[in-house]
């Protein structure tokens, strides 16, 4: 059973930094390429980064140079570091996988930005 766990999420102020992190198992980790999405209020869910197998990196670009994923396979982990913080990267932080054309995503993580 694939299980997707974030953590890390809470209250910043602008130009803070915060690092969600996303426990996996169920799955053949190393192999898989992992995705950060979030989601604000009335909004629709947007992609923010992935990471693939091999660690080459891709960005949303109102995050690229603010924002880090990266990935620990002896953990099993991915992680996404968060600086320079603004209000409107404020969202439920999700993190997801594909495995064999499903998707699977965790329960995500609360960032709020706000002085």
């Known amino acids: 059973q694939v299980q997707l766990v974030e953590s890390g999420g809470g209250l910043v102020q602008p130009g803070g930094s915060l690092r969600l992190s996303c426990a996996a198992s169920?799955?053949?980790?190393?192999?898989?390429?992992m995705d950060w999405y979030r989601q604000a209020p009335g909004n629709q869910r947007e992609w923010v980064a992935r990471?693939?197998?091999?660690?080459?990196?891709n960005y949303l670009d109102s995050v690229k140079g603010r924002f880090t994923i990266s990935r620990d396979n002896a953990k099993n982990t991915v992680y996404l570091q968060m600086n320079s913080l603004k209000p409107e990267d404020t969202a439920v932080y999700y993190c997801?996988?594909?495995?064999?054309?499903?998707?699977?995503w965790g329960q995500g993580t609360q960032v709020t930005v706000s002085s």
């Open positions: 990471i693939r197998s091999g660690g080459s990196t």
């Open positions: 169920g799955i053949f980790f190393s192999i898989n390429t």
């Open positions: 997801h996988t594909r495995v064999s054309l499903y998707d699977y």
